[in-house]
C-alpha cells in the first residue's frame, strides 16, 4: 500500500477563525445593551408612558385626550400596545423598568439583526454586515415604540428573502403586521417589502396564476388587518398626519452624509450596488428591495434606520459572494451562543441596573416642587423638549407644544418657531396662549426677551433651563 492510497482524514476546518467574527457579534449585544444603560433622556418618551397610563384607565383608542389646548388636530393612537406595556412596567418597577425594555429592545435588535443577515451568508460576511447596519440604525435607537418597527422590520425582510427562494407563503406575516400595527405607525413598511417581492417575482417570471395570488393575498391581507386594529380604520390614512410639519421636526428632516449613521447607510448600499455591477444576473426582487431601501434613506434622518435594516441582509449576500464556500445553516450549537449572549446581556443590565436610572436626564427635575404647586390648566410656554416631560410629570400643566407632530396645526407651530427665535409677532402670539410661565433654555433669545423686555422674572433654575414668570395680570 502506498501512501497515496492511504486514507486521509478531512482536513478539519480550525473552530477558533470561524468563530472568531461571532465574538464580535457577542461583543455587540453587550454594547447594545451597554448604549440602553442610563437614565432617559429622550424627550418623547414622557409622553408615551403618559398616553400608556391614559389608554390603561379608558381604553379609547380612537379619540384620545388632547391633554392641552392647542393641540387641537385629530391624532390617531399608533403605538398604543408598546405604549401601555411601557407604562405597566413604569407603574411597577419605576423608570428602571423602562431602561430594562430599552436594553432588552436594544439586544434583541442586535440578535435579530445578526440572525436576518446569518440566513443569507456565512459568519464571516454576516457579521460585517451586522455590525455596519447596526451603526446605520443607531441614531434613532431611543426607549420609544419605533424600536419595535426596526426589529418587525428585520423579521418581515428575512421571511420575504426565504420566500423568494421556495416560493412559499409565510401566512404567520399577516397576523404579524396587524400586531404591527398596534405597534408603531411605520407598520407599512413590512407591507411595502412584501408587495416589491411579490412584484419582483412576477417580473422575475417565477410565479404566476394561483401561486402569485396567493403570495399576493398576504400583503393585501396585512393592508385590509391594519384597519381593523382598536385605532380603528384611521390607521390606514395615519402615515400621512404628519406631513403637513414635517418641515417642523428635525427626525423628519432630509439626512445628510455627515451624520454617522447616513453615511454608514449609503456605504451599505454601494457596496451592495458594485458588488451586483461585477457582472452577475440580479433578480428584480433584490433590485426592487434596493430600490425601496435607497428611498428609505433619501426621505428622511428617520427613515434612515428602515433602509439599514432592510439593507443588511443584502449586503451580507453580496459579501458573502465574494467569499469561497458556501453559506451552511445556522447550527443548534451557534443559537445557543447567541441566545446565551442574549440572556447574560439583560442578566447583567438587571443585577447593575443603577438606582441613577429613576431619575429622568436631561430634565429641570429641581422645578417639581415649584411646577407642582402651580393651579390646573397653568399654561406653560415651554422648551420644545420639556413639552412630552411636563405632560408625564406634571399633567395638570399645559405646554404649549410637545412632540406629538401631528396634534398640532401648522399655525402653532410657526407661532411657537416665532416667538422662540423672537421674531416679528411674537410678544402678539405670546398673548394668545394665554402663558402664565416660561420654561426655557437660559440665556436663550427668548429668555433674555421675556426678561428685559415683557419684565418676567426668573423664579427658578436647573439643568439649563429657566423658569420665568409672567408679571401679575399677565397670562392666562
Known amino acids: 500500500m502506498t501512501p497515496d492510497s492511504q486514507d486521509r482524514p478531512a482536513p478539519i476546518r480550525p473552530l477558533l477563525p470561524r468563530w472568531m467574527p461571532f465574538l464580535l457579534v457577542v461583543g455587540l449585544i453587550g454594547m447594545a445593551a451597554r448604549q440602553g444603560f442610563g437614565p432617559i433622556g429622550d424627550p418623547d418618551t414622557w409622553w408615551h408612558l403618559r398616553l400608556g397610563d391614559d389608554l390603561w384607565r379608558s381604553w379609547n383608542f380612537t379619540d384620545p385626550a388632547p391633554w392641552t389646548r392647542f393641540a387641537t388636530e385629530p391624532w390617531v393612537t399608533t403605538q398604543w400596545l408598546p405604549e401601555v406595556i411601557a407604562s405597566r412596567v413604569e407603574h411597577v418597577f419605576g423608570l428602571p423598568g423602562v431602561v430594562w425594555l430599552l436594553c432588552a429592545g436594544l ?79 411605520m407598520w407599512f413598511s413590512g407591507i411595502a417589502v412584501g408587495a416589491v417581492v411579490v412584484v419582483g417575482l412576477i417580473l422575475d417570471r417565477r410565479i404566476r396564476g394561483v401561486i ?129 449572549a442574549v440572556v447574560a446581556a439583560l442578566a447583567v443590565v438587571t443585577l447593575l441596573l443603577p438606582a441613577a436610572t429613576a431619575t429622568p436626564a436631561n430634565v429641570p427635575n ?30 395638570s400643566l399645559e405646554p404649549v407644544i410637545d412632540g406629538r407632530a401631528e396634534a398640532f396645526p401648522r399655525a402653532q407651530f410657526e407661532g411657537y418657531i416665532r416667538t422662540s427665535q423672537v421674531n416679528n409677532g411674537w410678544e402678539k402670539f405670546l398673548e394668545t ?44
Open 212 to 340: 402569485a395570488l396567493r403570495l399576493l393575498a398576504i400583503p393585501v391581507s396585512s393592508l385590509i388587518l391594519a384597519s381593523m386594529t382598536p385605532a380603528g380604520p384611521r390607521l390606514l390614512a395615519s402615515p400621512f398626519a404628519v406631513a403637513g410639519v414635517t418641515e417642523f421636526i428635525t427626525e423628519w428632516a432630509s439626512p445628510s452624509i455627515h451624520d454617522l449613521s447616513a453615511a454608514a447607510t449609503a456605504g451599505m448600499i454601494a457596496v451592495v450596488a458594485l458588488t451586483w455591477a461585477r457582472g452577475r444576473q440580479v433578480a428584480w426582487t433584490q433590485i426592487g428591495l434596493l430600490l425601496l431601501a435607497t428611498c428609505w434613506a433619501m426621505l428622511s434622518a428617520r427613515t434612515v434606520t428602515l433602509a439599514a435594516a432592510m439593507v443588511a441582509p443584502l449586503m451580507a449576500a453580496a459579501l458573502q459572494s465574494l467569499l469561497p464556500g458556501d453559506t451552511p445553516r445556522v447550527s443548534r450549537r451557534e443559537l445557543a451562543a447567541l441566545g446565551g
Open 107 to 185: 439586544v434583541l435588535l442586535a440578535a435579530v439583526l445578526y440572525l436576518t443577515c446569518r440566513g443569507e451568508a456565512d459568519v464571516l460576511a454576516a457579521t460585517v454586515a451586522t455590525l455596519v447596519a447596526f451603526l446605520g440604525m443607531s441614531a434613532t435607537l431611543t426607549p420609544r415604540p419605533q424600536l419595535v418597527s426596526f426589529i418587525l422590520l428585520l423579521v418581515v425582510t428575512s421571511a420575504w428573502l426565504r420566500t423568494t427562494r421556495d416560493l412559499r407563503p409565510r401566512w404567520w406575516l399577516i397576523p404579524l403586521s396587524w400586531l404591527w400595527a398596534c405597534s408603531h405607525g
Open 366 to 395: 429641581a422645578l417639581n416642587a415649584f411646577l407642582d404647586r402651580l393651579p390646573p390648566h397653568t399654561v406653560v410656554f415651554n422648551d420644545f423638549k420639556l413639552g412630552g416631560w411636563l405632560l408625564w410629570r406634571h399633567p
Open 433 to 476: 396662549t394665554g402663558s402664565s410661565y416660561a420654561l426655557v433654555k437660559e440665556h436663550s433669545p427668548l429668555a433674555i426677551a421675556l426678561a428685559d423686555r415683557l419684565h418676567w422674572r426668573a423664579v427658578g433654575r436647573d439643568d439649563g433651563y429657566l423658569l420665568l414668570a409672567a408679571p401679575t395680570g399677565a397670562g392666562g
